[in-house]
């Protein structure tokens, strides 16, 4: 049987975006917890919050060491599988891109040695300088990559010349290209997503060490710091999402219609809380609630809502992928949000230490803005499908001519292992990390202690 090298160029692609997307929100989140965490060092002089801050920035160095790693296996892949998209887009990327190489990598990467190994060898204010350097060169980082996948989803401010395989897109209006209908909606979602990863993984790990009764002071502390911080970004996403899907509805009809299975444009549409698209008859069976799609959307229960009978055939994305993957994200909010009430809860009643099943919910807490994460890029790449640049490149005159269906399979067997690899070393250092502690000394008392014991 012959393999179709567009399907496996997709599939490939999705294996190392995905993968690649574990590490980058963990970064720019425990970014924003390390430059909340070392100003309450600097505000209060407490010894506890430095030794918060030198923890977590041990544990941001090894999120951001895989994600450089991860990052360039992309870059490599426009080439060899996506020629005739790299040479349609390369005006455009390449501005962002180099961009993003400039006010960001160099940015992070230039400060982060200061922010790692600086602590007795310059002021605490330059150090917090240097780290709220390093926070800020990922989050810009996120920017420029998104300012460029917006494009891809609301192309604006160029033109094309050249006919044919010969086509490309010149940016004309540079920052009209920046600044394109998505972006603020889309940059807004994803920051606020990433946040949500960085602020998890201290809940989670914090909880693990209420749970082993390990470091309580300072897990004490980081899970109070991560349990607010959790709180306040739920509710702010939830307000971007809104907006964003305003945002999709109006710019990508199909895209929203897929997202919640609306086949026929009608009025009063209902979101679905959860379902099964039953593609053959056009409909989803689940549960729904009535009125609330066109409501959201439009502010008018009664204003329709444009369904996919309404877009060409060839035009429609695959809806059962991106319903589910839309549904999925929602629910991963939903069981942040328990997380985060629950904690606030117990805490607010000083007994969280007593909460074994809160506890150990906050200990897996960790993959829920993980699977969201990875969820929501699928709903977004999935739902501009059959467009690279909606409306503009369809994704199959993207991929590279010559490529061999068989040549493919086999560098998605090579990534694969690599990847599977490089996750269980990035899960092994981060379990070393965990099990060492805080600090050094701690660990060293607490194994003394357990010595003394037996």
């Known amino acids: 049987m012959e393999m179709d090298p567009l399907f496996l160029s997709r599939l490939q ?18 970014g924003l917890m390390l430059v909340i965490i070392e100003g309450m060092y600097i505000k209060t002089k407490n010894p506890l919050y430095q030794s918060m801050a030198k ?17 360039l296996v992309q870059v490599f892949g426009f080439g060899t599988n996506w020629a005739r998209y790299s040479r349609f887009v390369g005006d ?17 990467s230039g400060f982060l040695g200061l922010m790692l190994f600086g602590w007795n060898r310059v002021s605490a204010k330059m150090h917090y300088f240097s780290t709220c350097m390093v926070a800020l060169g990922a989050h810009f980082s ?7 996948n917006s494009w891809m989803q609301t192309p604006v401010g160029y033109k094309i010349v050249g006919e044919g395989a010969n086509a ?30 960085g602020s998890f993984l201290v809940v989670s790990i914090s909880a693990y060490y209420y749970l082993k009764k390990r ?39 199909s895209k929203l219609a897929a997202m919640e299975g609306v086949y026929h444009t009608k009025g009063n549409a209902p979101i679905s809380l959860f379902g099964w698209v039953d593609t053959e008859n056009q ?39 991106v319903y589910q993957a839309y549904h999925i994200m929602i629910w991963m909010w939903g069981f942040m949000v328990l997380v985060a009430a629950f904690g606030l809860f117990y805490w607010k009643r000083k007994s969280l230490i007593d909460a074994k099943w809160t506890l150990r919910a906050m200990v897996i807490s960790v993959l829920f803005p993980q699977i969201a994460n990875q969820v929501g890029w699928v709903t977004a790449e999935v739902g501009r499908q059959p467009w690279v640049v909606y409306k503009v490149l369809r994704t199959a005159d993207a991929v590279s001519k010559s490529l ?18 490089l996750l269980f070393l990035f899960l092994y250092l981060l379990d070393r990390k965990i099990k060492q502690g805080p600090t050094e000394k701690e660990a060293a008392e607490e194994v003394a202690e357990v010595y003394r014991k037996l």
């Open 13 to 30: 692609f999705a294996l190392t975006s995905m993968f690649h997307y574990i590490y980058p929100p963990l970064s720019i989140g425990l």
């Open 55 to 71: 923890f977590w920035a041990k544990v941001f160095s090894l999120t951001f060491a895989l994600g450089v790693a991860t990052g």
């Open 92 to 108: 455009v990327f390449g501005s962002a891109l180099g961009a993003e190489g400039v006010f960001a990598f160099f940015l992070e």
């Open 142 to 148: 996120a920017i420029w990559i998104i300012v460029a």
């Open 168 to 197: 490309r897109a010149i940016v004309t209006q540079f920052w009209q290209m920046v600044f394109n209908p998505s972006f603020l909606d889309r940059i807004t979602h994803v920051v606020l997503g990433c946040w949500l990863s």
């Open 215 to 253: 470091h309580l002071t300072f897990a004490k502390e980081s899970l109070r710091v991560g349990i607010v911080v959790s709180s306040i970004v739920l509710i702010l996403q939830l307000i971007s999402a809104h907006d964003t899907a305003r945002g999709v509805a109006f710019h990508q009809p």
């Open 283 to 321: 409909t989803v069976r689940g549960l729904k609630i009535p009125s609330l799609l066109s409501l959201l959307i439009y502010n008018d229960a009664s204003k329709p809502v444009t369904g996919l009978n309404e877009i060409p055939k060839d035009e429609q994305p695959p809806v059962q992928v």
């Open 404 to 421: 061999v269906g068989a040549e493919v399979a086999w560098s998605i067997s090579m990534l694969f292992l690599i990847y599977m690899l």
